[in-house]
T-cell receptor, first 119, second 110 residues
Framework: DAGVIQSPRHEVTEMGQEVTLRCKPISGHDYLFWYRQTMMRGLELLIYFNNNVPIDDSGMPEDRFSAKMPNASFSTLKIQPSEPRDSAVYFC?????????????????FGPGTRLLVL | EDQVTQSPEALRLQEGESSSLNCSYTVSGLRGLFWYRQDPGKGPEFLFTLYSAGEEKEKERLKATLTKKESFLHITAPKPEDSATYLCAVSPGGGNKLTFGTGTQLKVEL
């Protein structure tokens, strides 16, 4: 299995521009998670999907952020307009089952991340 | 609010010098505690899941333990390839989320 695939790996853009990050989860995984990692705040959950439906977006910082999952093999995280404080590494993760149920299959597998720099 | 605190922030060991990393947590109804390893420029890599106090799991030179308030990651006779950032995360009851600590950056020198 190729694991979770993210693109692009690096993105440099100017303030005000639209940024789209892409993720392909592991085949057969029903849960998809978007995280943001910064030095100051560590890894933070932004939003997660179950069977392509957004379940909890309480971590999305503001309306400039949006996420979609049009099918089981593709998700996007969009920032419009981007700001310098959005600079971070964005990770996508997927799992077969819900986290914390204790019956296996719940491990979240992370992609390599997209390093975003907004100038 | 769920909280995870890891200590120390950074740790430098000599090869073969055993030590422990700490993860203290406050969570409503712990459903699971997870340890991940993260290498520079890469995504977190899963190591262990612990579900209840008293549980222990081992993998090579790593051993994770869990109490009602904290978890330890014991590293026995570490090697340079064990150098990485170790992340702890908790899954609270009633949710399908992971709350992460900020990690311990471990460096093992020859």
């Amino acid at each position: 299995d190729a694991g979770v695939i993210q693109s692009p790996r690096h993105e440099v853009t100017e303030m005000g521009q639209e940024v789209t990050l892409r993720c392909k989860p592991i085949s057969g995984h029903d849960y998809l998670f978007w995280y943001r990692q910064t030095m100051m705040r560590g890894l933070e959950l932004l939003i997660y999907f179950n069977n392509n439906v957004p379940i909890d977006d309480s971590g999305m910082p503001e309306d400039r952020f949006s996420a979609k999952m049009p099918n089981a093999s593709f998700s996007t995280l969009k920032i419009q307009p981007s700001e310098p404080r959005d600079s971070a590494v964005y990770f996508c993760a997927s799992s077969f089952r819900p986290t914390g149920i204790g019956v296996g299959g719940e491990t979240q597998y992370f992609g390599p991340g997209t390093r975003l720099l907004v100038l | 609010e769920d909280q995870v605190t890891q200590s120390p922030e950074a740790l430098r060991l000599q090869e073969g010098e055993s030590s422990s990393l700490n993860c203290s947590y406050t969570v409503s109804g712990l459903r699971g505690l997870f340890w991940y390893r993260q290498d520079p420029g890469k995504g977190p890599e899963f190591l262990f899941t612990l579900y209840s106090a008293g549980e222990e799991k081992e993998k090579e030179r790593l051993k994770a333990t869990l109490t009602k308030k904290e978890s330890f990651l014991h590293i026995t006779a570490p090697k340079p390839e064990d150098s990485a950032t170790y992340l702890c995360a908790v899954s609270p009851g009633g949710g399908n989320k992971l709350t992460f600590g900020t990690g311990t950056q471990l460096k093992v020198e020859l």
